[in-house]
C-alpha cells in the first residue's frame, strides 16, 4: 500500500472528526442561543416590577406611568373573581372570574391575549400582552428524563462521532484512490516512465500537469536516445569506412613484409606497417564497443552463460597466443553449473580485458589466479595477480572512459559488468586484485 | 591439396584497391582460379559465364547488399560463400541469422587469417582431406586414417571418442584445449559433467601414446584448463 496516500488518508479521516466535534460544540451553543427569548423572560420581569410599584391607595390601587409596555394590559382579581383594578384592558377582557377561568388562564391565554400571572396576597394580577404576541407550550419532563439526559447526549455525541468518521472514511476512501493514482505517477515520473493519468476529479489539473511532465520527459528523453543513436551510428559508420581502407594498406604492407625483393631492414619496415595498422584496427573496435557501451545500452542477445568454461577458453586463449609465458595462470573454479544471463562475447571480452590488462602490466611475469565460487544470489569471479598492481588514478576513475584509447580494458570491462546489472571492483593489494560480481540465473 | 587450389573463387568488393590485394594475396598462396567484380550485376554476369567454387563478397556493395547476392547466385550455385565485412563484432547478421554464409572474415585482415578461411571452407564442404592425416611422436605413430596408434612395432586401435578427442587436440596441436571443447567434440551439447569421463579418457590415450604414461611428454595436462598435445615436428 502507498504509504504517503495512507498517511494523507489518515490525516483526513482523523481531520474529519475532529471538525464534526468542534461543529457539534458550537451548533449546540447556538441552538441554545436560538432557543432563548428574551421577551417571554421580560414579561415576568413586567410583572414583578408592576406588583412592587403598585400601591394600595385609599379606594383603589396606582400605578406610576410608563411601567406597562405599549399594547399590555393588567388587571388584578380579588378572592372573589372580581376585577378591582385594571390598566389598558381592552374591552373584550370579561371583569369577573370563576375558578374555572383562572385555572384555564393561569397558563395560558385570556380570551387570545397570552397572559402572564402572579398570585399575590391583593389578589391575582394578570398582565395581557397583544394578540398573538408569544407563543405558549407546555413542556412536561420525567425525572427520568433529567437522570438519563447526559447518557443520551454522550450516546448522540458517539452515534454523530462514528457517523462522522464512517463518511470521512468514504470519502477519504475515494480521495485516497486519487490520491494513491496521483502519487504513483508522480513516483513512475521520477523513474522516468510514461505515465498517463485519467484527468477528473478534483486532482484534475494536478494529473493533467503530472501527464504533461511524463510526456515532456519522454519527448526529452526520445530526443536524447536519437542524438545518442545518431552519434553512435555516426562513431559506428566511420569505423565501417575506416575498415576497407586499412584492410588495403594492411594487405599491401603484409605483402611488402613478405616481398623477397626488398632488403630486411625494408621488409621490417612493412612489418610495422602491419602492426600499427592491426592497432587501428584493435582501437576501432574498441571504439564502437565503447561508444555502445558510454550510453548504458542494454546488452542485445543476452543468453544462459557458464561462466566456467568461458573463464577455461579466455585463459586458455591467452595461453595459447603466447602472450603470457612468464606469467603463471592458476583457476579455481569452484561451481561449475553457475550460470549467468548475459551476452557472452561481451563477458569474454572483459574477462579477457581483466586477465590480458595483468599480463600486459606485468613484463616481468606474475601469478595470476582467477577464483569463482557462488555467494547467495551472486556469480563471484576474482582476478587477482601479485604484480605491480594499476596506477591508482586508473582505479579511482574505473567509472570513466578515459579520453585516449589507452587503459581503456579496465573501464571496458568495468562498463560491461555494469551493463549486465553486476558490480566490479579494483584495489592494489600486493598486485591487483578485481573482483566480478553477477546475478546469478 | 592440388584439387583445392584449382577451384575457382569469385571475389566481388566495390574497392578496386582491395580487389587486388584479396586476388594478389590468394593468387600468391597458389590460387590461380580467381576473377572479381565490383557489383552485385557484375558478379552475376561473371557467375553465369563460369560457375565458380567459392564466393567472396562484401557485405556492402553499390548495388545492394552481399546477402541478396547471394541468395541470386545461390538460384544456380550450391558454392560456399565467405562473407568480408567491415562491420565488425557487431555483424550479427551474419553471426545469428545463418544467411547461408558459410564464414565470414572482419576488415581488415592478414593475409594468413583469408587464406586459412578461404582453404577451411574449401576443405569442408569439397570434402579433401590433407594428405597428412598421420603424425608421430617419440617413436608412436598415429594414423587417423586407420585410427589406430603404432607403438613399438604393435598396432593398437583408437576407440571412437579417443579418436575424436586425439584429432580434436592434434587440429589444435601445441595449444591448450579446454575440457569443455574436448567434451564438446566428443560428447556433444550438455556435455557438463563429463570432466571426470574426459579424464578416463586422457589416461587411456597416454597409455596408447605415451611411452612413459606416468609422466607424458607429449599429452600434457593445462591444470584448470585442459589439454595440450606437443608435438615438436615443425
Not at chain 1, 399590555?72 to 389598558?88: F, K, P, Q, S, T
Not at chain 1, 568454461?309 to 592458476?330: F, H, M, Q, T, W
Not at chain 1, 598486485?431 to 540465473?441: D, R, S, V, W
Not at chain 2, 612413459?212 to 589439454?227: D, F, I
Amino acid at each position: 500500500m502507498n504509504k504517503t496516500s495512507l498517511k494523507i488518508f489518515v490525516c483526513f479521516t482523523l481531520t474529519s472528526a475532529v471538525i464534526t466535534v468542534i461543529l457539534l460544540c458550537v451548533n449546540f451553543l447556538g441552538y441554545s442561543y436560538i432557543a432563548s427569548d428574551s421577551d417571554g423572560e421580560s414579561s415576568k420581569k413586567t410583572l414583578a416590577l408592576i406588583s412592587e410599584n403598585l400601591t394600595q391607595t385609599g379606594g383603589g390601587f396606582e400605578l406610576a406611568e410608563g411601567i406597562i409596555p405599549d399594547g399590555y394590559w393588567c388587571v388584578l382579581i380579588d378572592e372573589n373573581g372580581d376585577i378591582i383594578w385594571a390598566e389598558n384592558k381592552p374591552g373584550d377582557i370579561p371583569s369577573h372570574y370563576s375558578i374555572n377561568d383562572v385555572a384555564k388562564m393561569t397558563h395560558w391565554f385570556l380570551n387570545d391575549y397570552p397572559v402572564f400571572v402572579r398570585a399575590e396576597e391583593r389578589g391575582l394580577l394578570v398582565l395581557g400582552m397583544p394578540k398573538k404576541a408569544v407563543g405558549k407550550y407546555e413542556m412536561i419532563y420525567s425525572m427520568n428524563w433529567f437522570r438519563t439526559l447526559p447518557q443520551r447526549i454522550l450516546k448522540i455525541l458517539a452515534i454523530n462521532l462514528c457517523f462522522a468518521a464512517l463518511l470521512a472514511c468514504v470519502f477519504g476512501f475515494r480521495l485516497y484512490s486519487r490520491l494513491r493514482a496521483l502519487t504513483g505517477g508522480i513516483a513512475d515520473l521520477g523513474r522516468e516512465r510514461a505515465v498517463k493519468l485519467p484527468e477528473r476529479g478534483i486532482f484534475r489539473e494536478i494529473s493533467a500537469s503530472v501527464n504533461l511532465a511524463s510526456a515532456s520527459i519522454e519527448r526529452k528523453n526520445a530526443a536524447l536516445a536519437a542524438r545518442d543513436s545518431a552519434r553512435s551510428n555516426w562513431i559506428s559508420g566511420i569505423s565501417h569506412d575506416i575498415r576497407t581502407p586499412l584492410s588495403v594498406i594492411i594487405g599491401r604492407s603484409d605483402e611488402l613484409a613478405k616481398s623477397e625483393g626488398l632488403s630486411a631492414a625494408e621488409r621490417k619496415k612493412a612489418e610495422t606497417i602491419t602492426a600499427q595498422g592491426l592497432k587501428i584496427k584493435k582501437l576501432i573496435e574498441d571504439l564502437n564497443l565503447i561508444s555502445s557501451l558510454e550510453y548504458d545500452m542494454q546488452p542485445s542477445k543476452k543468453t544462459a552463460v557458464k561462466i566456467c568454461p568461458l573463464i577455461r577458453r579466455v585463459a586458455s586463449d591467452i595461453i595459447n597466443s603466447g602472450v603470457a609465458d612468464k606469467c603463471e595462470l592458476e583457476l579455481d573454479l569452484r561451481n561449475e553449473k553457475s550460470t549467468v544471463s548475459a551476452d557472452e562475447s561481451l563477458i569474454e571480452r572483459a574477462v579477457f580485458n581483466l586477465i590480458n590488462n595483468s599480463v600486459t602490466h606485468n613484463e616481468n611475469g606474475c601469478k595470476i589466479t582467477i577464483t569463482q565460487y557462488e555467494e547467495r544470489e551472486s556469480v563471484i569471479v576474482k582476478i587477482a595477480d601479485n604484480g605491480k598492481g594499476a596506477p591508482q588514478e586508473t582505479i579511482e576513475n574505473i567509472a570513466e572512459i578515459p579520453k585516449a584509447a589507452h587503459g581503456l580494458g579496465l573501464p571496458m570491462a568495468y562498463r560491461i559488468i555494469c551493463v549486465h546489472g553486476g558490480r566490479l571492483t579494483a584495489k592494489n593489494d600486493g598486485g591487483l586484485k578485481i573482483q566480478i560480481e553477477l546475478p546469478k540465473l | 591439396m592440388k584439387e583445392l587450389k584449382n577451384k575457382k573463387i569469385l571475389i566481388v568488393d566495390d574497392e578496386p584497391e582491395l580487389l587486388r590485394v584479396l586476388s594478389d594475396a590468394l593468387y600468391k598462396d597458389g590460387f590461380y582460379n580467381i576473377y572479381t567484380a565490383k557489383t552485385c550485376a557484375e558478379a552475376l554476369k561473371a557467375a553465369k559465364e563460369q560457375s565458380a567454387s567459392l564466393y567472396l563478397l562484401d557485405v556492402n556493395l553499390p548495388d545492394g547488399d552481399g546477402f541478396a547476392l547471394l541468395e541470386r547466385l545461390r538460384e544456380s550455385s550450391s558454392a560456399p560463400a565467405i562473407f568480408l565485412t567491415a562491420r565488425g563484432e557487431a555483424d550479427d547478421r551474419i553471426k545469428g541469422l545463418g544467411l547461408g554464409a558459410d564464414d565470414y572474415i572482419v576488415k581488415p585482415f592478414l593475409a594468413k587469417e583469408l587464406i586459412l578461411r578461404v582453404t577451411a571452407v574449401l576443405k569442408r564442404v569439397y570434402k579433401i582431406e590433407e594428405a597428412k592425416a598421420a603424425f608421430g611422436i617419440s617413436g608412436v605413430t598415429v594414423d587417423f586414417e586407420a585410427g589406430s596408434v603404432s607403438k613399438g612395432g604393435k598396432e593398437i586401435p583408437l576407440t571412437a571418442k579417443e579418436y575424436i578427442l586425439l584429432k580434436k587436440l592434434w587440429e589444435n596441436k601445441n595449444k591448450i584445449v579446454t575440457n569443455d571443447a574436448l567434451c564438446m567434440a566428443a560428447w556433444g551439447e550438455g556435455y557438463y559433467g563429463c570432466e571426470n569421463t574426459l579424464m578416463v579418457h586422457i589416461r587411456r590415450l597416454r597409455k596408447k601414446i605415451e611411452l612413459e604414461p606416468s609422466k607424458p611428454k607429449h599429452l600434457l595436462t593445462a591444470k584448470g584448463l585442459g589439454y595440450k598435445l606437443v608435438i615438436n615436428d615443425e
